[in-house]
């Protein structure tokens, strides 16, 4: 490593926040930085410390205000290689189930035009399309059988 070097690869955290009642997935149009006008889940840095459940549930609780979360887990890892925007991402991702009490709000309206519900049907759909932000759309394409677990048990 020397001072002409690239920067490593930074660690993000997303989460797949589900709707415990209908099954469906929240996901924000991103703004301003990296990856804007592309969907993604909430997320952010994980920060020095952090076990990625509590990263989870801070930006969780920033981004959308959801203080109550159920069944946090580990979910998947995406090697997400920004090329365009020059940045790199080895992104962990989070699975857990909001509490039907409690109404997303969109915390950071600099950073994301507002939380949505989609169907993983809804957000498959979107593939290849340029709509998806990178480490969403690696997910997806990944297709884990942990995730297919994860919306399995919520589906009613
Ligand atoms: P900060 O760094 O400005 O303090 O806040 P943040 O919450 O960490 O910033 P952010 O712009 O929301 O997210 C930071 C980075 O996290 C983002 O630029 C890329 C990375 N990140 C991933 N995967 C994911 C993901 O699935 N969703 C989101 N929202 N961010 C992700 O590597
Ligand atoms: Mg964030």
Not at 32 to 48: I, M, N, T, V
Not at 107 to 132: A, F, H, Q
């Amino acid at each position: 490593m020397n001072a002409n070097s690239p920067p490593r690869p930074a660690v993000g955290v997303g989460v797949v926040v589900c709707h415990p009642a209908n099954g469906t997935i929240y996901a924000g149009v991103r703004r301003g930085s990296h990856g804007a006008r592309k969907l993604a889940l909430p997320g952010g840095h994980l920060e020095h410390g952090e076990s990625w459940e509590t990263c989870a549930r801070r930006e969780v609780a920033e981004e959308m205000g959801l203080e109550r979360l159920d069944g946090v887990q580990y979910g998947h890892t995406t090697n997400d290689i920004m090329v365009a925007d020059g940045k790199h991402y080895v992104t962990i991702f989070v699975f857990a189930a909001c509490d039907a009490r409690e109404t997303p709000q969109n915390l950071e309206p600099n950073k994301c035009e507002g939380w949505k519900e989609y169907t993983l049907d809804e957000l498959r759909e979107m593939i290849g399309k340029d709509l998806l932000f990178m480490p969403l759309e690696n997910l997806l394409r990944d297709n884990p059988p942990a995730l297919q677990a994860f919306m399995a048990s919520k589906r009613k």
